[in-house]
């Protein structure tokens, strides 16, 4: 199988690149910086690099002249790509001064990218379709496919919250997520795959500023539990019910509000590190129910993910025709979708490009985007 070494910062950029190359069968290995390009190279060995110019800690060209100034990469195809270096000149001189075989210009025309791509590599692209067809429709019957690693840790704008819970939902992991943002701090408490808890350090995300906020309680009801939980060493959930500021049912309710909105804000911070951990020694001490992910991530991107982020993250994607998933369509029921973004789903028929969709959709272009990238991001629709 011809494996890809993909390098390039933007998160969005990767997935949808990954995403069609393993369309055809490809490997993809990532890198979201030149240092570690240079790494996963020297490591993994790849049939091909695609490399972005602009590029944190060391640029594109760099890399590329690196990599076929090596012994093991000279003879490996290297593709440049950039939306901001498109002269001919500078073209020119990425192919004769730093070694690169081709240049594209971004956004990406992705199926020019794999007739570039087979070109180099020598392969019939008609035939890596037939073959990448044959082997998914084998892997239905046999055992799940291998999900793609994650960095264990990093940067919450390279690697998004949303996309580290996403895939320790997929990995059925059980652990912890912990989001750091110089004194600020959440761990997200993860049992197989779902979150239950989410530990916060925020004033304005605990339970009485909550519960404060949506008109359950009074400052004075606030002032006077707070005190007594301090003076009794008690939770502030229990004290509330002492003092008949509410029952059990809205002190259920609450905590569950508390996660749910803690889990929203988590998914919303873009500007950070985090770090993920394989522990199960909380099970024990924390007895919480599972938070369904389907409807926490759809409220999270209609408020979080700006039109803007979202344009940014689908612009490779504009000409490339939308497919559901058959085996993921029990999740759209769980979801509270509109009237109108359940129209811009039906319209999706694994013909139809996203430009076509938004068309006509009845929703705005802007929000006809953002119920696709939704649909994307769990997994429910792909590009093709």
Not at 249 to 259: P, W
Not at 282 to 306: A, D, F, G, T
Not at 323 to 337: R, T
Request: charged fraction near 25%.
């Amino acid at each position: 199988m011809p494996r890809i070494l993909v390098i390039e910062d933007n998160q969005d950029n990767r997935e949808i690149i990954c995403e069609f190359l393993g369309s055809y069968g490809f490997e993809t290995i990532v890198a979201v910086n030149g240092e570690e390009g240079i790494e996963q190279f020297n490591k993994s060995k790849p049939s091909l690099a695609l490399i972005d110019v602009l590029l944190p800690k060391v640029n594109g060209l760099k890399v590329c002249e690196t990599i076929k100034n090596s012994a093991q990469g000279e003879q490996t195809p290297v593709i440049m790509m950039s939306a901001l270096y498109k002269t001919p000149g500078l073209q020119l001189e990425a192919k004769t001064k730093y070694g690169a075989d081709d240049y594209l210009i971004k956004p990406l025309d992705l199926m020019n990218l794999v007739n570039r791509i087979c070109s180099l590599l020598k392969l019939d692209k008609d035939k890596l379709l037939e073959n990448a067809k044959a082997k998914e429709e084998g892997a239905k019957a046999g055992p799940p496919r291998a999900i793609p690693p994650l960095p264990i840790k990093g940067s919450t704008a390279q690697f998004s919250a949303l996309d580290c819970l996403l895939w320790m939902h997929n990995s059925a992991l059980t652990g912890t997520y912990v989001q750091t943002q110089r004194n600020v701090h959440r761990t997200v408490y993860v049992l197989e795959g779902y979150p239950v808890y989410v530990a916060s350090n925020l004033l304005s995300e605990t339970l009485g500023k909550i519960l404060l906020a949506n008109g359950k309680i009074s400052d004075e009801d606030l002032t006077r539990a707070s005190t007594t939980a301090k003076q009794s060493n008690s939770p502030l959930s229990s004290i509330l019910r002492k003092l008949g500021m509410l029952d059990a049912n809205e002190i259920t309710k609450a905590l569950l509000s508390e996660t749910h909105q803690r889990l929203i804000n988590t998914i919303g911070w873009f500007d950070g590190e985090y770090q993920i951990s394989e522990d199960s020694s909380w099970i024990e001490k924390i007895k919480r129910p599972k938070v369904p992910l389907e409807q926490l991530v759809y409220e999270s991107i209609k408020r979080h993910y700006s039109h803007e982020r979202i344009s940014a993250a689908l612009k490779p994607a504009l000409s490339l025709s939308v497919e559901k998933i058959p085996e993921k369509l029990d999740m759209v029921p769980l979801i509270q979708w509109d009237i109108e973004e359940l129209e811009t789903f039906a319209l999706i028929n694994g013909e139809r490009n996203l430009g076509k969709i938004q068309q006509m959709s009845s929703q705005p272009a802007s929000e006809s985007m953002r119920t696709i990238f939704t649909l994307f991001k769990l997994g429910i629709v792909i590009f093709i």
